[in-house]
């Protein structure tokens, strides 16, 4: 093999991982939107399904949000002493997790500490990801792909 198809190898190799290192750090923003954005939709059914009023479903998300700002502050202390792959992999191993509880048709208290959960999940991932794009893409590259994430 020659020095240019070794090299060439390697920029495929760099450029493959950077797609998804992108991928799996654009995933954070989806699946944060994804359960943040249906709460109005979602809330209707759940009373319906748990036998409560709307506005008590709707409480029930406040356990999502308040993790998230568990995680968020969490983050300040895990990111400095765990591998962002570490972080990633532990985020959606719970993300997953506490999503599959909630389909098994859970009771309210533990669909609240499953959203909780998530939350935590959550708020630990976006800074991941934040940190992880920043420090992926040059400058010029840099701001629009924080800012296709706000978009995500």
């Given at each position: 093999?020659?020095?240019a198809?070794?090299?060439?190898?390697?920029?495929?190799?760099?450029?493959?991982?950077k797609?998804?290192?992108?991928?799996?750090s654009?995933?954070a923003?989806?699946?944060?939107?994804?359960?943040?954005?249906?709460?109005?939709?979602?809330?209707?059914?759940?009373?319906?399904?748990f036998?409560?009023?709307?506005?008590?479903?709707?409480?029930?998300?406040?356990a999502?949000?308040?993790?998230?700002?568990?995680g968020?502050v969490?983050?300040?202390?895990?990111?400095?002493?765990?591998?962002?792959?570490?972080?990633?992999?532990?985020?959606?191993?719970?993300?997953?997790?506490?999503?599959?509880?909630?389909?098994?048709?859970?009771?309210?208290?533990?669909?609240r500490?499953c959203?909780g959960?998530?939350g935590?999940?959550?708020?630990?991932?976006?800074?991941?990801?934040?940190?992880?794009?920043?420090?992926?893409?040059?400058?010029?590259?840099?701001?629009?792909m924080?800012?296709?994430?706000?978009?995500?």
């Open positions: 093999m020659s020095v198809e070794s090299a060439a190898r390697c920029d495929y190799a760099r450029m493959n991982n797609m998804r290192i992108t991928a799996a654009f995933l923003y989806f699946s944060m939107s994804a359960m943040l954005a249906p709460i109005g939709i979602l809330s209707s059914p759940m009373a319906s399904h036998g409560i009023d709307v506005t008590d479903a709707t409480e029930s998300f406040s999502l949000t308040g993790g998230i700002l568990i968020a969490g983050a300040l202390l895990v990111l400095d002493r765990l591998a962002l792959r570490t972080v990633f992999c532990i985020s959606y191993a719970v993300f997953a997790i506490a999503l599959l509880i909630i389909t098994q048709g859970a009771e309210l208290g533990l669909v500490g959203l959960a998530i935590i999940a959550s708020g630990l991932g976006l800074p991941a990801a934040a940190l992880t794009i920043t420090a992926s893409y040059n400058d010029a590259q840099r701001s629009s924080l800012v296709m994430t706000d978009g995500a």
